[in-house]
């Protein structure tokens, strides 16, 4: 599948059995890299405190049965089993679930949705709409806006613990992987070596993201697998040398004689145990860039019984050994055999950097896909790689999550802090992902509501018992994700609010067609050489900002387009469907409308070949317009009829080159053609694109729209000729006299401290500087 242009829909065939193991293989170094290191850090954070390593084993093989049926149940089960196969278009994560109950049930809250984007072929659905029956539930939730609301919000909640995760992973991964160094190490310069190593490990992590990871990306895997095989030997070691009766841990009844003798202690301990599972989300949210069946593969066949190997192997050394002088010891490093301690040192940091990496990467995703719904402020994407789809970096989000990972590792300088911290932004996460499954299931699936209740009641509970454990632990670093999550989340709803109403107080004040045309004879309007790109919102009528524009300054460009990019709840938008493009008047007024729809996944384009590609598709549409006024009223009809709002749009094709449209443009009254420089491998060549008009006329009306056809096209030229203008609002908001104090410190405060320390529109939008034109507008809210 094309990576480049976007993966879209999976293909319906099966993958051979050779592709299915290659992808499983690469798989390891994307996926499992956060998953496979958790051995370096459960048995440490778990017996940090609360419980304590006695010569009864109660309390180690407790833990080891806690660990065998956590991973069963949640990573095995749960998203193994059920939650990947909820994937939208092959994409998986928080915003998938999302994106398919909005295509099922009407809860977005999302403007400027229209019919014609259902017609997306991404745009999939379960059933048929014809086929399906309303639900209660599905009325319910369609029927209250709070609901809507609240649904936002829980995917919100979700959203910030991942990245509060990309913040505390990367600084417990690699510091308990540089703790090794321990055993190496004197009592007094334990302090002074592994507090610094680690922070210029971290350092080094976050310098190269702006280099993107397809450099050294092909080692990834090799690492990871190294990594697991190093785990399960050592693992086998371990149970053969001191306890081959280590099995009988897994028995449940373990862990209820744990919890008996521990108490409210051992329910605390839980907190640490379920570290295990970090990572699992991973297997969810990295669902596009493989398959279902090469993850599957992947986890049963290798991952889970190496986990499994390598709980058991510490399990079965700490039996046999009991004389810590703390229980700081109880951890990874203490069951590697000193001859391989340092081979095993290296490869564990090694392998905390790939883990790292991949929640990192993530980070950056889910930032971009947050800024695609409008739900975050806008920062600037760098696409690092021309070749992967997806591989971004954000350069604001790196260094910040670079200074707090630093600031988690010198202010917390243990496992057990950063691990309560750890663990309560996880099992969030998890419970988000249970939440939203259940609706999937009842939504999209069409199964009985029970089914879904049943599934919520059972993964629920079991997340919820260890939610509880980490929140109590709110004193001892549990309060760090918390207060993320709670920045994050002011910062993504005063957005999200306002530029909700910025688009109510747009779609108030837009002015019509008609307004436009009459404008010209009252103010002698001038029409200057160029291209206009006016930057909208909205879908329809012409905005507020352009009106201001225009009775301030009576002048505009000879060709003008109202752009609106929007984001649609898809993962990706083919670019053969990506523009719908109509008029704004009659054709001899050389208006058109261009709408440029992204999914939640895409990487917007840089300006050159957007423009590009943007003239063209205005060639063609023109072309298509002329064919379209010649047919028949019945031809007309064979197409979806859209709403009124949208009549006239039409969605235009593009290949997957990328060009650049030469200055000159030879017509007749027969056909125009226009010619395009592609750049390829073999240094430029032209190609000649015709845009041919039937030359058999057989009435003077048909001579007419060809000749008219020729004049536009001619003029489309010119003005690409004569340079671009893009122009974008400036705005200023303020609230209404009267509103409330919340409001106004929302707005007026937050919203606008937001404006001013972000990217501009120009930045986020990819707009030369020289070409920018900047009209102020004031929205009173």
Known sequence: MDLEFGRGVRSTQRDSWKTTLLLAYQSLGVVYGDLSISPLYVFKSTFAEDIQHSETNEEIFGVLSFVFWTLTLIPLIKYVSIVLRADDNGEGGTFALYSLICRHANV?????????????????????????????????????????????????????????????????????????????????????????????????????????????????????????????????????????????????????????????YGWMSLGGILLCMTGSEAMFADLGHFSYSAIQLAFTSLVYPALILAYMGQAAYLSKHHDFYSNSQVGFYIAVPDKVRWPVLVLAILASVVGSQAIISGTFSIINQSQSLSCFPRVKVVHTSE??????????????LMILCIAVTVGFRDTKHMGNASGLAVITVMLVTTCLTSLVIMLC????????????????????????????????????????????????????????????????????????LALGDKLGMVRVPGIGLVYTDLTSGVPANFSRFVTNLPAFHQVLVFVCVKSVPVPYVFPAERYLIGRVGPPGHRSYRCIVRYGYRDVHQDVDSFETELVESLAIFIKLDASYRCSD?????????????????????????????????????????????????????????????????????????????????EALAAARESGSAFILGHSHVQCKPGSSLLKRLAVDVGYNFLRRNCRGPDVALRVPPASLLEVGMVYVL
């Open 633 to 713: 009223a019945s031809e007309q009809q064979g197409a979806t009829t859209p709403l009124p709002e949208e009549r006239g749009l039409t969605v235009i094709g593009r290949s997957h080159a990328s060009y650049d449209l030469q200055d000159s443009v030879q017509h007749s009254a027969a056909s125009v053609e226009m010619t395009r420089r592609i750049r390829g491998a073999d240094g430029d060549r032209a190609k000649q694109v015709r845009f041919s008009i039937d030359s058999n006329v057989t009435s003077p009306g048909a001579a007419a729209d060809s000749k008219q056809v020729a004049e536009e096209l």
């Open 445 to 516: 699936w069409q199964r009985p509501p029970v089914l879904a209740l049943c599934f919520l009641l059972f993964f629920g509970s079991v997340e919820a018992l260890y939610f509880s454990a980490s929140l109590i632990k709110f004193l001892e670093g549990a309060w760090l994700p918390i207060l993320l999550a709670f920045i994050l989340m002011a910062v993504m709803l005063v957005w999200h609010y306002t530029t909700i109403k910025k688009y109510e107080f747009d779609l108030h004040n837009k002015v019509t067609l008609e307004w436009l």
């Open 108 to 264: 977005s809250l999302l403007p400027s949705r229209q019919i014609a984007d259902e017609e997306l072929s991404t745009y999939k659905l379960e059933r048929p709409p014809e086929r399906t029956d309303k639900s209660h539930i599905k009325v319910w939730l369609e029927k209250h806006k709070k609901l809507h609301t609240a649904l936002l919000i829980m995917v919100l909640i979700g959203t910030c613990m991942v990245i509060g995760d990309g913040v505390l992973t990367p600084a417990i991964s690699v510091f308990s992987a540089v703790s090794g160094l321990e055993f190496s190490l004197s009592k007094d310069h334990r302090e002074y070596a592994v507090i610094p190593i680690t922070c210029v490990i971290l350092a080094f992590l976050f310098a190269l993201q702006h280099y993107g990871t397809h450099r050294v990306g092909f080692l990834f895997a090799p690492i990871v697998l190294a990594w697991l095989i190093c785990m399960s030997a050592l693992g086998l070691y371990n149970i053969i040398h001191w306890n081959p009766h280590v099995y009988q841990a897994l028995n449940p009844c373990y862990m209820f004689k744990f919890l008996k003798k521990t108490r409210k």
């Open 387 to 400: 070749k992967i789809h997806g591989q971004i970096y954000i350069p604001e989000i790196n260094w910040l």
